[in-house]
T-cell receptor
Framework: GAVVSQHPSRVICKSGTSVKIECRSLDFQATTMFWYRQFPKQSLMLMATSNEGSKATYEQGVEKDKFLINHASLTLSTLTVTSAHPEDSSFYIC???????????FGPGTRLTVT | AQSVSQHNHHVILSEAASLELGCNYSYGGTVNLFWYVQYPGQHLQLLLKYFSGDPLVKGIKGFEAEFIKSKFSFNLRKPSVQWSDTAEYFCAVNTRGNEKLTFGTGTRLTIIP
């Protein structure tokens, strides 16, 4: 399977500031990456599909102006949480898909805390 | 749109007990099915997948799952669990030609030594 890294693993920021999270596919060229949000003891909620070289596709209810996604290369996608608020505090996870079943391989996640 | 149900929210077993976690999906077309595991403090890992062929699939760490199309089910099984199997287990589905995964709500498995 693919190996995916995320940086940073944890970040604390003040309300109103912006935070950038990086997702890297280390051994696989990913034309598509996915961004999820996971609340404590809950399942993963797909936020958006990141497409290399084009605009991301956001799920219903996800504010595209708040969660900016850039997928500038086949190995890097970034998620920027703009004007963060405490309710944006969460665990953000990215993934890449590969294989005939499009199975996804996940990064270790980024814990965002907005104070 | 497809959906996935995991009815067992929290399962507690003793070591060496047998395990079966339920997963049902709703979608009328062809699906790919997955089980993922999230150990405490770790990232999601793929346990096994069903794409085509034999509906009984074997994954890592002694896990297996059976796709029963008529029941829209993909239950996860392990004949004898270990303390190290304590984790959160997620069932997921996508449809042919669509990379997006839909996850179930997850089942927390606690193994008592």
């Amino acid at each position: 399977g693919a190996v995916v890294s995320q940086h940073p693993s944890r970040v604390i920021c003040k309300s109103g500031t912006s935070v950038k999270i990086e997702c890297r596919s280390l051994d696989f060229q990913a034309t598509t990456m996915f961004w999820y949000r996971q609340f404590p003891k809950q399942s993963l909620m797909l936020m958006a599909t990141s497409n290399e070289g084009s605009k991301a596709t956001y799920e219903q209810g996800v504010e595209k102006d708040k969660f900016l996604i850039n997928h500038a290369s086949l190995t890097l996608s970034t998620l920027t949480v703009t004007s963060a608020h405490p309710e944006d505090s969460s665990f953000y996870i990215c993934s890449v898909s590969t294989g005939p079943a499009y199975e996804q391989y996940f990064g270790p996640g980024t814990r965002l805390t907005v104070t | 749109a497809q959906s996935v149900s995991q009815h067992n929210h929290h399962v507690i077993l003793s070591e060496a007990a047998s395990l079966e976690l339920g997963c049902n999906y709703s979608y009328g077309g062809t699906v790919n099915l997955f089980w993922y595991v999230q150990y405490p403090g770790q990232h999601l890992q793929l346990l096994l997948k069903y794409f085509s062929g034999d509906p009984l699939v074997k994954g890592i760490k002694g896990f297996e799952a059976e796709f029963i199309k008529s029941k829209f089910s993909f239950n996860l099984r392990k004949p004898s669990v270990q303390w190290s199997d304590t984790a959160e287990y997620f069932c997921a589905v996508n449809t042919r030609g669509n990379e997006k995964l839909t996850f179930g709500t997850g089942t927390r498995l606690t193994i008592i030594p």
